[in-house]
């Protein structure tokens, strides 16, 4: 039973993009994986508090993750 565990800053990605985001890692493991196991492939999409997920010794937020993404 696959199981994607991905991690996030909270408030960076709306519901939507979790939606799509879940859909493609699907999609991804099955292509590996096989379609037989499409029922039983967990992807789960774990939020971390803003200013809690450090990145090269500073703390980041959505904000940062923002001004990286459009860059």
Do not use: C, H
């Amino acid at each position: 039973m696959p199981l994607v565990n991905i991690k996030g800053i909270s408030g960076y990605l709306t519901l939507d993009q979790k939606k799509q985001l879940i859909s493609g890692v699907t999609e991804a493991v099955l292509a590996v994986e096989g379609e037989g196991l499409r029922d039983v492939t967990w992807v789960i999409v774990e939020d971390v508090a803003p200013g809690a997920w450090g990145v090269g010794g500073q703390p980041m937020t959505d904000a940062d993750l923002r001004r990286l993404a459009n860059r």
